[in-house]
């Protein structure tokens, strides 16, 4: 059974910076493409980012591009999204996403229907 624990959220000044983590156990985590979403009050779930297996391709909303990154440590089991100049639309709870993904070291998956497991999210609160 997949578990997907995510840390690293909190309240930032407009800005700031924020390193959102997400372990996984249970299973191999190189075998799984990860992905990032965020969920604002009343608003949709939508996707952030998403990182191969490998860690070798990564692919990123078009409005996050160049503020956000996303990497993998294989080794720890961990991703990281690694938010930067922060802004007060970006307050939302942030949960990470695993898709076994064995066939295709390079493949990433930008749709929720993608993903076959969740973490339970945490906030991120960016003040004004």
């Known amino acids: 059974q997949v578990q997907l624990v995510e840390s690293g959220g909190g309240l930032v000044q407009a800005g700031g910076s924020l390193r959102l983590s997400c372990a996984l156990s249970?299973?191999?985590?190189?075998?799984?493409?990860m992905g990032w979403f965020r969920q604002a009050p009343g608003k949709e779930r939508t996707f952030v980012a998403a990182?191969?297996?490998?860690?070798?391709?990564?692919f990123y909303a078009d409005s996050l591009k160049g503020r956000f990154t996303s990497s993998r440590d294989n080794a720890q089991s961990t991703v990281f999204l690694q938010m930067n100049s922060l802004k007060p639309e970006d307050t939302a709870v942030y949960y990470c996403a695993a898709r076994f993904a064995d066939e295709c070291n390079d493949c990433y998956f930008s749709t929720e229907y993608d993903y076959d497991y969740w973490g339970q999210g945490t906030q991120v609160t960016v003040s004004s």
């Open positions: 249970g299973r191999t985590f190189s075998s799984y493409a």
């Open positions: 990182i191969s297996r490998n860690g070798g391709s990564a």
